[in-house]
Structures are given as structure tokens and as C-alpha cells.
């Protein structure tokens, strides 16, 4: 069964920072591409930031400069490091992955069950 796993949610006080991870696991074949979401109450899911197979990096314009995406291939984990956070980046932070399953054909997207950020002024 394919899980993605999202950890590291929390309280944070304005300007300090946060580290989210996402794991993924299961019969994986090959991960195309990764990312974070995020969605706030009474608000639309938004993207946050992505990478894909080719190690592209791509930021919504609200984080860039302040949150970092990484990865470990060998661990099948991205994580979001969040510096100077501010409090309208509170948020369900929500992992995405587009990938395809050893012994299935085709991409398939799957998201994590999210992880709460909340940061107070």
C-alpha cells in the first residue's frame, strides 16, 4: 500500500522557522515529481513548491527566498525547510506525489493527510 507520510507541523511564533518532511512508501517503480501544498481555513488549496525527476525546482512567488525544498532519493522523502515564517503561512501543508507503481501502469497522483502550521504574530 503507498503511503506519504508528512511530518515536522507545529506552532512556530512569526519569523522563526519550521522543517516539514514527506516520506513515501510502497511499491514505488519511479517518483516523477514532488511537492507541497498548502491550504488555509476558508481558502483554496495553493501550491507551495515543487521538484521533479530532473531536480527542477519551482516556488509559489509568497515563499520564495524563505522556504527550501530538498529531497533524499535513497529515502523516497522531500522535506520543506520554512524560515522567516509569517502568520498568513498558516496552513494544512499537504504533500504531493506523481508516480508510478511497480507492476502498474501509468502516473498516479497521491497525497499525504497533511500536517498542521500554524505561526502566531
Known amino acids: 500500500q503507498l503511503q506519504l507520510v508528512e511530518s515536522g507541523g507545529g506552532l512556530v511564533q512569526a519569523v522563526g522557522s519550521l522543517r516539514l518532511s514527506c516520506a513515501a512508501s510502497?511499491?514505488?517503480?519511479?517518483?516523477?515529481?514532488m511537492g507541497w501544498y498548502r491550504q488555509a481555513p476558508g481558502k483554496q488549496r495553493e501550491f507551495v513548491a515543487t521538484?521533479?525527476?530532473?531536480?527542477?525546482?519551482n516556488y509559489a512567488y509568497s515563499v520564495k527566498g524563505r522556504f527550501t525544498f530538498s529531497r533524499d532519493n535513497a529515502k523516497n522523502t522531500v522535506y520543506l525547510q520554512m524560515n522567516s515564517l509569517k502568520p498568513e503561512d498558516t496552513a494544512v501543508y499537504y504533500c504531493?506525489?506523481?508516480?508510478?507503481?511497480?507492476?502498474?501502469?501509468?502516473?498516479?497522483?497521491?497525497w499525504g493527510q497533511g500536517t498542521q502550521v500554524t505561526v502566531s504574530s
Open positions: 504531493k506525489a506523481d508516480l508510478q507503481r511497480t507492476g502498474i501502469m501509468g502516473t498516479y497522483r497521491y
Open positions: 510502497g511499491n514505488i517503480f519511479r517518483i516523477n515529481a
Open positions: 521538484i521533479n525527476s530532473g531536480g527542477n525546482l
